[in-house]
């Protein structure tokens, strides 16, 4: 789960996986698996959510619509 926008009454489910092989745990944030997470609303409402690497760049992006739109 990414961030506090991850509360259960939401209804969770799997969108984007990615996770250090079997039996490794404790790796350097240099391993590739060190995300955070940026949203952004543009001027009609839609909301965008990125799950960025340690470089920045996006590994997942979803965009949601408010309603009636």
């Known amino acids: 789960m990414a961030g ?3 509360a259960g009454t939401f209804g969770p489910q ?6 250090p092989p079997p039996r490794q745990a ?4 240099y391993s590739g698996f060190q ?4 949203v ?3 001027t009609g409402g839609s ?5 960025r690497d340690i470089n920045g760049v996006s590994v997942f992006s ?8």
Request: no cysteine; net charge neutral; glycine share 6%.
């Open 26 to 29: 404790n790796l350097s944030p």
């Open 47 to 51: 909301l965008t959510v990125d799950l």
């Open 35 to 38: 995300f955070f997470g940026e």
């Open 40 to 42: 952004n609303i543009d």
């Open 14 to 19: 799997l969108v984007f996986f990615k996770a």
């Open 62 to 69: 979803k965009t949601l619509q408010p309603r009636g739109h």
């Open 4 to 6: 506090p926008l991850n």
